[in-house]
Structure formats: structure tokens, C-alpha cells
């Protein structure tokens, strides 16, 4: 764990839905009797990217109301809430931070998209719906890594396919140890 942020809301009693049921109803009661400041940590990050990467949808949803302000802060990483959601495969939490997040192709701090970040951990359904909603997997990344690429490293086959039947994919592509993508699939 990184900071006092993932202390809360990513331990292991997060984990148990009543908990955290029980955690919100005291967060609600404390915003009745003050103004609870959540600024971001020394790692940049906030409640709500902490809830997002973890997939807690009750948090995000909360943290949403509380401090819409923080969907566009990122990480030291360059990460924003809908990045890491769409990195660790939560669905729900992608869905839902999708209406406030408008830019499905941005990177992080080494030009990786969300779309390539996604592919390489093999999340096909939440792939899926960054490729509906218009995301590019052409870009590149500083080693020259496109989306095709991190699938490919992944392993997944159905992945890969969904790639190469759906979408124009330029398999010749080489990254800057001269490999093309093809080479990561075996």
C-alpha cells in the first residue's frame, strides 16, 4: 500500500461489503458535522482513485458526490480514477465514472492508453467498451507499444482475436527493440 488513502480504503476490512457499508454511513454522518477535506496524498493519490482501482463502486459513487473535482486528478503514475478502474477490470466502476471521464485515449506517465494498460492485464469485457466508445488502438507509447502489443504480451487469445477481426491492427509494427507484436503472442 502507498499512502494513508489506501490505509482506509484499501484494507482488508474493505474488502467486506458491510464494512464498508458501515464505513460510509460514518463518512455521511462526519459530512454533517464538518467539511472533510480529501486532498490527495504524497502519492497523488485521493479516496476516490483508491476506490476506483480497488473496485468499490459504493466508495466511487460516494466519492463522486463528495469531490467530483478528483475524476481528473491522477496519480504519480499519471493515472486517473477511470484508469486505474479500466486497468484492474472493474466494470461497474468504469461504467459509472465513464459518463465524467470524456477522454478514452489518455496515457499515463509513459504514454500507455487506457486501452493498452487494460489489454495487457487481459480485461476483455472492459476493452470492449473503451473500443465502443471510439478508443484508438494505434497510439503508441514511448517504446513505441501499441494495443495490439500489451494483448499480445498478455497472452489472451480471445483478446487478440477481438482485436484483430474488429479492428485494423498494423501487425507489422515494430517497438524499439525492432520486435513486432507478434513475437510477444507465443
Known amino acids: 500500500m502507498k499512502g494513508y488513502y489506501w490505509e482506509v480504503f484499501g ?7 458491510a464494512y464498508r457499508k458501515l464505513l460510509l454511513s460514518f463518512l455521511k454522518e462526519q459530512d454533517r ?7 490527495s496524498g504524497k502519492d497523488g493519490a485521493t479516496p476516490l482513485f483508491v476506490s476506483s482501482s480497488l ?15 478528483h475524476i481528473d486528478i491522477i496519480d504519480k503514475e499519471g ?5 486505474v478502474a479500466c486497468e484492474n477490470g472493474h466494470i461497474a466502476v468504469v461504467k459509472n465514472l465513464r459518463k465524467y471521464h470524456k477522454d478514452v485515449n489518455s496515457k499515463n506517465a509513459s504514454k500507455t492508453t ?3 494498460a487494460t489489454c495487457l492485464n487481459g480485461h476483455i469485457e472492459v476493452a470492449q467498451l473503451l473500443l465502443d466508445n471510439k478508443a484508438d488502438i494505434g497510439i503508441t507509447n514511448e517504446l513505441n507499444q501499441n494495443t495490439f502489443h500489451f494483448a499480445c504480451l498478455n497472452g489472451n487469445v480471445q483478446l487478440v482475436s477481438l482485436l484483430l477481426s474488429a479492428y485494423n491492427v498494423d501487425i507489422t509494427l515494430r517497438n ?3 520486435q513486432i507484436d507478434l ?3 507465443y
Open 55 to 69: 473496485g468499490y463502486i459504493d466508495f466511487v459513487q460516494y466519492f463522486i458526490v463528495k469531490c467530483r473535482h
Open 79 to 83: 493515472r486517473s480514477p477511470f484508469f
Open 114 to 116: 487506457i486501452l493498452s
Open 11 to 17: 484494507s482488508i476490512q474493505t474488502e467486506n461489503e
Open 176 to 178: 524499439t527493440i525492432a
Open 183 to 185: 513475437h510477444k503472442a
Open 33 to 39: 458535522c464538518k467539511e472533510m477535506p480529501y486532498v
